[in-house]
Nanobody, 123 residues
Framework: VQLQASGGGLVAAGGSLRLSCADS????????MGWFRQAPGKERDFVAS????????LYADSVKDRFTISRDRAKNTLYLQMNGLTPEDTAVYFC?????????????????WGQGTQVTVSS
């Protein structure tokens, strides 16, 4: 698996988690990257994305001001800091590498996907 997501778990509402996505292939250092999430019975939705240089961050309205996306190119790792979690944030979170140097809200703009990490927020 080239993109390995980790850091998910069970947390109470109002809590925080930090997701990580390590790229063992090192192919994504010049590509945008993103986080998506998929709740049971729902489509995979955009959460956040970031450009190759750490700029150009985009967020879904539902997570803006609560989540922060970042990356460490030297470590080939993408992060998602999630604060103020609510039960509505419960989902499997996937990281992905974009086809271009910048992130995107569209799933079709991503070429490689990680296996996902489960985030469960209890009320």
């Amino acid at each position: 698996v080239q993109l390995q997501a980790s850091g998910g778990g069970l947390v109470a509402a109002g809590g925080s988690l930090r997701l990580s996505c390590a790229d063992s292939s090192r192919l994504s250092s010049n590509n945008g990257m993103g986080w998506f999430r998929q709740a049971p019975g729902k489509e995979r939705d955009f959460v956040a994305s970031i450009g190759w240089n750490g700029g150009g961050a985009l967020y879904a309205d539902s997570v803006k001001d609560r989540f922060t996306i970042s990356r460490d190119r030297a470590k080939n790792t993408l992060y998602l800091q999630m604060n103020g979690l609510t039960p509505e944030d419960t989902a499997v979170y996937f990281c992905a590498a974009a086809r271009s140097a910048w992130g995107s809200r569209s799933r079709s703009d991503y070429a490689r996907w990680g296996q996902g990490t489960q985030v469960t927020v209890s009320s």
